[in-house]
């Protein structure tokens, strides 16, 4: 069910569990489908939720080479930033970082600062701010 998706892990644990399943176990993460020593599950999970997650990840690789017009490796908060922001245009960044897990109150700027480096990134245009609302512009 996972033949031919590329996964990276520096676990060796977990290479053999790829081996096993099927995937192709690469030696670097930017020739990977998947890169999943940037923390893609937590730990126990059972072999369905691995392969749900796996799956999912790669449908979003989808969206993300149609929003860059190619696979592009991000790290994993900027990955979910914009997915989340594709998913859900137009939304505030107290329910962005609901989305992403974080709690609305909590006065951190992480997300504010991924927000940054995608800009810095990729232009400002990029994730766009209209009265309080963030959504995915244009690169």
Avoid: C
């Amino acid at each position: 069910m996972t033949e031919n998706i590329k996964i990276y892990t520096s676990d060796e644990y977990w290479q053999h569990i790829f081996t096993d399943l099927g995937a192709v176990v690469v030696a670097t993460p930017n020739v990977a489908d998947i890169d999943f020593d940037d923390d893609i599950v937590s730990a126990p999970i059972s072999i369905n939720d691995l392969k749900s997650t796996i799956f999912n990840r790669l449908d979003n690789q989808d969206i993300i080479k149609n929003i860059f017009g190619k696979y592009v490796i991000l790290p994993i908060l900027q990955h979910k930033i914009i997915i989340t922001l594709y998913k859900n245009p137009d939304i505030s960044i107290h329910r962005l970082k609901e989305l992403l897990g974080f709690l609305p109150d909590v006065a951190t700027h992480t997300v504010e600062n991924a927000i940054y480096q995608l800009r810095k990134n990729y232009g400002h245009d990029f994730i766009q701010n209209a009265k309080g609302k963030y959504k995915i512009g244009h690169l």
